[in-house]
């Protein structure tokens, strides 16, 4: 107990740095002529989309049913052909025995719709979870093909990895998206994927490579004295070991992917980044646009970052 | 009887690197046989017991394992073919299986029923048979061993090799334990090798000993016999206590030293007038306060029971006494011995005229 009290004056003292600087945030915004409109921004997540329903011929309303919410409207045209559309109750436009000509609104139907950021938001996740499969896969593979006996195998994972761990992701991107793109016709989400799964694997190979070197050269031998080949001995026994001791830097390295991704918005594929940017056209909301984007990043990493921690927690069983 | 041998080295030189680690080596081990090689660390026991593993490379020389050649210059059986078990010095259990599936995995492909009756077979054996769900980090040293032993066992190996396997344990433990793990692998019928540079393992566990010195054995026998018998000086001196004096053969096959005129069964025949040395052990020199010969004490190395002193004789040889702890003696003071050579151990050294 005193062990907290103790601390007691420290988190105050935390708590009043952070409040200094948002508070020295605000009043900075404040000297500029800045109008902080974050009522403009939800919209662009989620919007209630009003669709009016027309009626395609000249005809007579027949009759109205009532279900509730929605509303069933029976039409009827001039040559006898009877249609039923469905509206929202609190948005019916006729009465039952009007006339109506082609076009005429019957009512309309409201539904929820995604905006951009959301659009964008899913787009960044589903690329970064592919990147991030391929990425894994690539990365084993040359992770091993790092400790194999067989010298070719050796040289060229390091090339690769020395390659790719040498030059900027941006500058990847770009020739996989002008040059690769173009002699291999590819599609920008492909290349855009393609980028990130091999700079991604690139990091991982390394991560596994140490990870398998971490694992004493007896559990190995064991293995093999136990009647095992050295592939099946790698499956049984050093990888589920290493992967243990890789989660951590292999988590690392996946919540650098998700916002490596925002790179891609350079080549036009309209993920988090790229979606705030359009959104920041239309709204001007500039600070409040970028506020909201960096937040979206953070709840992803966050969200993976606990994953992670649970499957250790999980693995953690046999330490 | 030539079928009945299990493992044969034949004459095997190992290097590393521009070194060699193993020079013509040749042993020979008996179904059922305890075997030990022992020797100071560096001495490359170990590296002859990875090759008979599989694990290394062979530059000279050949090895069969049940009849069947598995090493020889140029070619190698894989490990997981040669149908033997291993126990390593720091046990190398697998951390992320339970007690039950370490055991269990060298019978991959076993039928189930069979599996599951292998492994509480193995378990029973060496007394763990509770703890088979729990993980290696959960039970102590010496049931890490054990299981260790249990995994090694439960394929029915033709041969089972084992690395130092007590020198992670503690002294009392390492002492039960390793006369424990003699009683399982007879029970067992186990042919088994070890390596160990400490004797009383040695000692206890193995039927056969090879004393190895800078990658050769210098000798392959019994416990007794290295012990009573011991073909070199290096030996007398390695194995057990005890100091080698030095002596003339007189005619009457007696041996003249610093502790007077000795007679018994000598182990090797010398002409007279030999100069020899002579292995004399602990338990040779009798505390005897009436006897004419003295020495004087110049150290003493306290054992509970008994006290270990090391003597100065007149002649300038120095010997050791086996003395029961209350008869203390400080250094400096002389005692009164009598020796009680039964058989002489001797090693020629050359021919010296008497003056």
Redesign the interface.
């Given at each position: 107990m005193k062990i907290i009290n103790k601390n007691i004056p420290w988190h105050f003292l935390t708590l009043f740095i952070l409040f200094s600087l948002c508070a020295g945030l605000w009043v900075a915004t404040k000297k500029i002529d800045y109008t902080w409109r974050w009522n403009r921004v939800p919209q662009y997540f989620i919007y209630h989309d009003e669709e009016l329903i027309p009626i395609p011929f000249d005809g007579v309303v027949a009759s109205l049913s009532n279900l509730g919410d929605q509303t069933q409207i029976k039409v009827v045209s001039e040559q006898g052909e009877e249609k039923t559309f469905t509206v929202d109750s609190n948005a019916v436009e006729v009465s039952e025995g009007e006339d109506l000509f082609q076009g005429d609104y019957l009512g309309a139907v409201f539904e929820w719709r995604a905006g951009p950021l959301l659009k964008g938001l899913w787009v960044t996740l589903w690329i970064s979870a592919v990147a991030s499969i391929f990425g894994m896969i690539i990365g084993l593979v040359t992770g091993l093909c790092r400790v194999a006996n067989n010298p070719t195998l050796r040289s060229l994972s390091i090339t690769y990895i020395e390659l790719i761990r040498g030059t900027p992701l941006l500058v990847q991107i770009f020739i996989f998206y002008f040059f690769l793109g173009t002699v291999l016709d590819i599609s920008r989400i492909v290349a855009g994927i393609s980028a990130l799964a091999i700079f991604a694997g690139a990091y991982v190979a390394e991560i596994i490579r140490a990870g398998i070197q971490s694992i004493?050269k007896?559990?190995m031998?064991?293995?093999?004295?136990?009647?095992?080949?050295v592939p099946q001995a790698m499956v049984?026994?050093i990888l589920?070991?290493a992967f243990?001791r890789t989660l951590p830097p292999l988590a690392g390295q996946f919540i650098s992917l998700i916002k490596d991704s925002s790179l891609v918005s350079i080549i036009a594929i309209t993920d988090l980044t790229k979606s705030g940017r359009e959104v920041i056209t239309s709204t001007f909301a500039t600070f409040e646009i970028w506020f909201v984007v960096a937040f979206l990043y953070l709840m992803l990493t966050s969200v993976l970052s606990q994953v992670i921690a649970w499957v250790e927690r999980r693995l953690s069983?046999?330490? | 009887m030539s079928n009945n041998i299990i493992l044969e080295l034949k004459q095997i030189t190992q290097a590393y690197d521009q070194q060699l680690v193993v020079k013509d080596l040749s042993l020979t081990l008996q179904n059922g046989e305890i075997g030990c090689l022992l020797g100071a660390s560096g001495c490359g026991k170990t590296t002859v017991l990875r090759t008979i593993?599989?694990?290394e490379q062979l530059l000279e020389g050949e090895i069969f394992l049940n009849g069947k050649c598995v090493s020889r210059s140029g070619y190698l059986l894989?490990?997981?073919?040669?149908k033997?078990?291993?126990v390593?010095?720091?046990y190398?259990?697998?951390?992320?299986?339970?007690i039950f599936d370490n055991v269990a995995?060298?019978l991959?492909g076993m039928e189930k029923a069979l599996l599951i009756r292998r492994v509480n077979e193995a378990l029973e054996l060496v007394g763990l048979h509770s703890e088979h769900a729990k993980?290696p980090?959960e039970i102590s040293g010496g049931q890490q061993q054990r299981v260790a032993l249990a995994?090694?066992l439960a394929?029915k190996p033709h041969l089972l090799?084992m690395d130092e396997p007590f020198s992670n344990l503690d002294v009392t433990l390492r002492e039960r334990l390793s006369m424990e793990v003699r009683d399982i692998l007879k029970e067992y019928g186990t042919t088994a090798l070890f390596v160990t540079h400490n004797q009383n393992e040695a000692f206890a566990v193995a039927d056969r000993i090879g004393v190895m010195y800078n990658g050769e054995i210098l000798q392959w026998d019994s416990a007794h016999n290295l012990y009573h018998r011991p073909v070199s000086p290096r030996i007398a001196e390695f194995v057990g206590e005890g100091s080698l004096i030095k002596g003339v053969v007189n005619d009457n096959n007696q041996v003249e030293t610093g502790l007077g005129l000795l007679d018994g069964v000598m182990t090797a025949t010398t002409p007279t007038e030999t100069v020899v040395q002579l292995l004399i052990r602990p338990e040779d020199i009798i505390h005897d306060d009436n006897s004419p010969v003295k020495a004087e004490v110049i150290r003493r190395s306290f054992r509970g029971a008994n006290i270990l002193y090391t003597l100065l004789l007149g002649s300038g040889d120095k010997v050791q006494a086996l003395v029961p702890s209350h008869c203390d003696h400080q250094p400096g003071e002389k005692i009164g011995i009598h020796p009680d050579v039964r058989h002489l151990v001797i090693f020629p050294v050359g021919v010296q005229r008497r003056k």
């Open positions: 004493p007896g559990q031998e064991a293995a093999r004295s136990l009647g095992m080949n049984y026994i589920p070991q243990k069983v046999s330490d | 593993a599989g694990f894989p490990p997981a073919k040669r033997i078990g291993m390593f010095q720091d190398a259990l697998f951390p992320h299986l339970t995995f060298g991959k993980y980090h995994r090694a394929p090799l």
